[in-house]
C-alpha cells in the first residue's frame, strides 16, 4: 500500500536541499504540512458544478474561502474572476499566481468526489478543483514571506473550450502592465512545466449556393459537393513538422435531403502550431483554398473566427527556466518542459515570465473518470511554493521580446490542453 500523504509530506521536507534558502523551506514544509486541509478544499471546490462561462456559484465559494483565509480583501470581478492582492514591498516584484475555475462538464454531470486512498475521481477533481484549492493554501503560504514583492491570486474563469482563455486575458488587462511574472497552477500535471503556449485558431467555412431538385436542376452549384472539395483539398495541407503545426477539419454539416441539391454547407477547423507565423501562413493557405474552390464550384464562401488562443513561448536563456528547475531539484523531481494549451498563453503571447506548474499527478482529464493521485502532493506544492517565493523576492524579470520560435533543441512533448 503507498504510505499515507502526511508521510510523503514529511518525505518532501527532507528533500529540501541546502541550496535553498531556509526561510523558504521553512516556508514550503508549513505548506507540505497542510497537504490534507488542500484535499479537503479540492474536494468542496469540486462538488459545485462550474461549466466554462457557468462558474458564478464555485467562484463566490471561492471568494468565501479567500476571506477565511486571511487572503487581504478578495473581490468578485465582473469579469467572473476571483482575485485577491497582497500587496508588498513598494519596490519588489509583482507575481501573478492563477489558476482556472472552469470545467469542460456539464451542470449535471455528477460531481461527488470518491476518495480510494491517496487517489481522487471525479469530473474536474484535477482539472482543475486541485489548482484552485492550491491557489487559496499557496496565497495563505506566500503571504508570510519576509521581503516579498506583491502577490496577486485570480481563480479565473473560461480556460476550457470555447471560453477562449477570457479570465486570462481580463487578468491580463488588469495585471499585465505591473507584473513581472506569472504561475498559472494545474492539479494533474505534476513535475510538467509548461514554457511554450500553442497557439490555436478555429475557423467556420461556409458555402451557399441557390439549390434545387437533383433530378430537374442537376449540373447546378451544390454547396455540399464544394465543401467536400475543400476537405480533400485542407487535408492535403503539409504543415512543418518544426515549428509543430496541425489542423483538423472536425464537423461537417450541409444539404437538408437526399434529393435536394445543398443550398449551405459549412465545416469547422481546428489549427494549431508552436509558431504564430506558421499558425498565419496555414490560415491564410485554408482562406486562399476556401476561396479557389468557392469560385470553381459557382458558390459563395464565408469564413467566421470562431476561436483564437494567443500563443508564445519562453526564450531559451530566460531566468525563469533556472528558478522552476531550482524547485523542482530542490523536490528531487526534474521538470519536463513542454509546450500546450493553458492560461499561460496569453502572459507568453505579450512576452511576459509565465509558466504552467502542475500539482499532482492525475489521469482522464476532459472525461468523466477522471482522477488525481494526491501521492506527490506535497511535492507540487513545495515546488510551486519555491518558485513563486523566488520570483517574488528576485528583482524584476525583464520582458522578453514577443516569441522566439526557434526550438534549439529542447524536447517538446505532445502537446495538451489543460
Ligand atoms: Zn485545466
Not at 38 to 67: G, K, Q, S, Y
Not at 366 to 387: I, K, M, N, S, Y
Request: hydrophobic share 45%; net charge negative; with cysteine.
Amino acid at each position: 500500500m503507498a504510505p499515507p500523504v502526511e508521510e510523503r509530506a514529511a518525505a518532501a521536507e527532507n528533500l529540501l536541499g541546502m541550496a535553498v534558502p531556509a526561510d523558504l523551506t521553512r516556508l514550503a514544509r508549513a505548506l507540505a504540512a497542510r497537504t490534507e486541509e488542500v484535499i479537503v478544499d479540492a474536494v468542496a471546490i469540486c462538488e459545485i458544478p462550474a461549466p466554462t462561462f457557468h462558474e458564478a456559484r464555485r467562484a463566490r465559494h471561492v471568494l468565501r474561502r479567500m476571506r477565511a483565509l486571511g487572503l487581504g480583501a478578495p473581490r468578485l470581478e465582473e469579469t467572473g474572476n476571483v482575485v485577491a492582492e497582497l500587496p508588498g514591498a513598494a519596490d519588489g516584484p509583482t507575481v501573478v499566481l492563477t489558476a482556472h475555475l472552469d470545467t469542460v462538464f456539464e451542470a449535471d454531470v455528477p460531481v461527488r468526489v470518491r476518495r480510494e486512498g491517496a487517489v481522487l475521481r471525479a469530473p474536474g477533481i484535477g482539472d482543475n478543483s486541485l489548482g484552485v484549492a492550491g491557489l487559496l493554501w499557496l496565497g495563505g503560504a506566500l503571504r508570510a514571506l519576509p521581503g516579498r514583492g506583491t502577490l496577486v491570486l485570480v481563480a479565473n474563469t473560461c480556460e476550457e473550450g470555447l471560453g477562449d482563455l477570457r479570465g486570462a486575458r481580463a487578468a491580463w488587462d488588469r495585471y499585465g502592465a505591473r507584473a513581472d511574472a506569472w504561475i498559472v497552477l494545474e492539479g494533474a500535471t505534476f513535475n510538467r512545466a509548461v514554457y511554450a503556449g500553442v497557439c490555436s485558431r478555429r475557423l467556420e467555412v461556409g458555402y451557399r449556393a441557390a439549390g434545387g431538385h437533383s433530378w430537374l436542376d442537376f449540373g447546378r452549384p451544390s454547396a455540399v459537393h464544394a465543401i467536400g472539395r475543400l476537405v480533400d483539398q485542407i487535408a492535403a495541407i503539409r504543415p512543418p513538422r518544426e515549428p509543430r503545426t496541425t489542423y483538423n477539419v472536425g464537423v461537417l454539416r450541409g444539404g437538408t435531403t437526399v434529393n435536394s441539391i445543398a443550398a449551405s454547407a459549412s465545416l469547422l477547423l481546428d489549427m494549431r502550431s508552436e509558431d504564430p507565423a506558421a499558425l498565419d501562413a496555414l490560415d491564410r493557405t485554408v482562406r486562399d483554398l476556401a476561396a479557389a474552390v468557392a469560385a470553381a464550384s459557382d458558390v459563395e464562401v464565408s469564413v467566421e473566427v470562431v476561436g483564437d488562443r494567443p500563443g508564445g513561448r519562453l526564450p531559451d536563456g530566460h531566468p525563469l527556466f533556472s528558478v522552476v528547475n531550482a524547485a523542482a531539484e530542490a523536490v528531487g523531481v526534474p521538470v519536463e518542459w513542454e509546450s500546450g494549451s493553458t492560461d499561460a498563453n496569453v502572459p507568453l503571447s505579450h512576452g511576459a515570465a509565465a509558466v504552467c506548474l502542475g500539482l499532482a499527478r492525475g489521469e482522464g482529464a476532459h472525461t468523466r473518470d477522471e482522477a488525481v493521485d494526491v501521492g506527490a502532493l506535497p511535492l507540487g506544492l513545495t515546488q510551486a511554493c519555491l518558485v513563486a517565493a523566488s520570483l517574488l523576492r528576485r528583482p524584476a524579470l525583464t520582458k522578453f521580446a514577443v516569441i522566439d520560435s526557434t526550438s534549439a533543441g529542447r524536447s517538446t512533448r505532445e502537446s495538451v490542453d489543460q
